[in-house]
């Protein structure tokens, strides 16, 4: 059976457009995931580590036969094809790829949680997303995304030209 899942797509490194592009692409062409809908494109300030490039984000929605675990290994083997490699934490990064819902599935263990446990405190996360599913619950609190995502507001973030 296949999955509904959003996808949060970050970069700070390089063309951080193209690189999101081509991460999309490598997403619907793997076999792993059919993209459906991809928000528009943001541009955030770092989160976490602050002395670092702006970043480019988006949210994509598609869906998957994949399990949760395949799902994070398909995403990590997407990052490390484009040349990610394991850096400091929330460091500057040519592509991030987060699993935010999977389903109304939630998952956590020593390798995954899901829904991402700190989506709801970031615009960068819950602008995009609001952006193309805003009616979808989070599974944890109950509430629309559109109703996080404006609880967040939108300072920081910029949205770019379509």
Do not use: C
């Amino acid at each position: 059976m296949e999955e509904r899942i959003f996808i949060a797509l970050g970069s700070n490194l390089g063309d951080r457009e193209a690189n999101i592009r081509e991460a999309i692409r490598l997403a619907g062409e793997g076999g792993g995931l059919m993209v459906v809908k991809v928000s528009p494109l943001y541009e955030s300030e770092p989160w976490g580590q602050e002395d670092q490039p702006r970043f480019v984000n988006a949210v994509m929605e598609a869906r998957t036969g994949l399990k949760p675990h395949e799902l994070l290994g398909y995403l990590k083997r997407i990052e490390a094809g484009m040349g990610r490699e394991k850096a400091e934490k929330w460091g500057p990064r040519i592509i991030d790829l987060d699993i935010i819902f999977y389903g109304a599935r939630v998952v956590k263990d020593e390798e995954i949680e899901v829904p991402h446990p700190r989506a709801h405190e970031r615009a960068f996360v819950m602008v995009p997303l609001s952006d193309i599913a805003p009616g979808l619950i989070d599974p944890l609190s109950g509430a629309p995304v559109s109703e996080l995502a404006e609880r967040l507001g939108k300072e920081g973030l910029r949205r770019m030209e379509d």
